[in-house]
């Protein structure tokens, strides 16, 4: 993988490790002789991609934590420009200024100056995208699950609903077959007690004209993928309703009043009395719409 995708993958890692700047309900515990280990190999892949200049794991973390955020308030002295050629490097310098004044970053001069190299340093981003071998060794694999336990506690505390979309899954990952989706081990449909905690699950399309679907057969092919794996019927039945009232609760669109059913009746009786117009009916109906806009709006 790229030399920088691993140095940031490192330093996220051994934030949860040590909560810098991570809330407390995403925190991770280091697998033995872990942190040891992750502390040699940043330093030389920071030496590697930043060259002489050398960084302490602090300052790369604060970067880290920064990289997302240090182009809006209260990290930005100005309205960042959408588009502008510098306005990455431009929001990087203002760091400098603002930290002083309002102690926002840790080492603000260090961490301001890794920002500029990191964003506009043309060999640091040479070097940093030198492909470099990870052996998969069993301090690797652990500290994985662990970090991915820990990311599954913070999501499934805070309430976080995660989107799955079967097909596009599928056909875009490396799944084999549906058996296989992280879902199953994400939200099981029979929890496991000595596993981590589930993640709520809402079902999704991705785009239907894309991948030729739609929500039914979405939930069609998660039912064949749960029974195919061997869970019980029941169980598969009451996990797809579970799933279903998931999407329902967080989506992003205005609860229908007084209920969905009654809203939904409405809208057919409506559509099924505009089907049954005439052409000229329909015309009329939207100059009164049209007339109806000017007055509520007079100043446009």
């Keep these: 993988m790229p030399a920088e995708e691993r140095l940031w993958d490192l330093v996220f890692e051994w934030r949860l490790y040590s909560q810098y700047r991570i809330k407390p309900e995403?925190?991770?515990?280091?697998?033995?002789?872990?942190?040891?280990?992750?502390?040699?190999?940043?330093?030389?892949?920071?030496?590697?991609v930043f060259g002489k200049r050398s960084y302490r794991l602090e300052e790369l973390a604060e970067a880290h934590h920064l990289l997302h955020r240090f182009l809006v308030p209260p990290h930005l002295l100005k309205p960042a420009v959408e588009g502008g050629f510098d306005t990455f490097l431009s929001a990087a310098r203002d760091i400098k200024t603002l930290s002083r004044q309002q102690g926002l970053v840790h080492s603000p001069q260090?961490?301001?100056?890794?920002?500029?190299?990191?964003?506009?340093?043309?060999?640091?981003?040479?070097?940093?995208?030198?492909?470099?071998?990870?052996?998969?060794?069993?301090n690797e694999v652990a500290a994985l699950m662990e970090v991915q336990n820990a990311l599954r506690r913070g999501i499934g505390q805070n309430g976080i609903v995660i989107e799955v979309n079967?097909?596009?899954?599928?056909?875009?990952?490396?799944?084999?077959?549906?058996?296989n989706h992280p879902i199953l081990r994400l939200f099981p449909p029979v929890p496991d007690p000595n596993g981590p905690p589930p993640v709520a699950i809402a079902l999704g399309s991705d785009d239907p004209l894309t991948f030729?679907?739609?929500?039914?057969?979405?939930?069609?092919?998660?039912?064949?993928?749960?029974?195919?794996?061997?869970?019980?019927?029941?169980?598969?039945?009451?996990?797809?309703?579970?799933?279903?009232?998931?999407?329902?609760?967080?989506?992003?669109?205005?609860a229908w009043r007084p209920s969905a059913a009654e809203k939904a009746n409405s809208l057919a009786d409506e559509l099924s009395q505009y089907l049954h117009l005439t052409s000229l009916q329909i015309e009329g109906r939207d100059r009164i719409g049209d007339d109806r806009i000017r007055r509520a709006t007079p100043n446009l």
């Design 26 to 48: 995403y925190a991770a515990a280091a697998p033995a002789g872990r942190v040891d280990d992750l502390v040699n190999q940043v330093r030389d892949l920071s030496e590697r």
């Design 166 to 179: 079967p097909s596009s899954n599928l056909l875009i990952g490396d799944l084999l077959d549906l058996r």
């Design 110 to 138: 260090r961490v301001g100056k890794l920002l500029e190299t990191y964003l506009d340093d043309e060999s640091c981003f040479r070097r940093g995208q030198q492909l470099i071998d990870v052996p998969i060794r069993r």
């Design 212 to 254: 030729s679907t739609q929500l039914l057969r979405e939930y069609t092919l998660l039912h064949q993928a749960a029974c195919a794996a061997g869970y019980p019927e029941r169980a598969v039945q009451g996990w797809l309703e579970t799933i279903r009232q998931t999407g329902m609760d967080a989506r992003f669109t205005r």
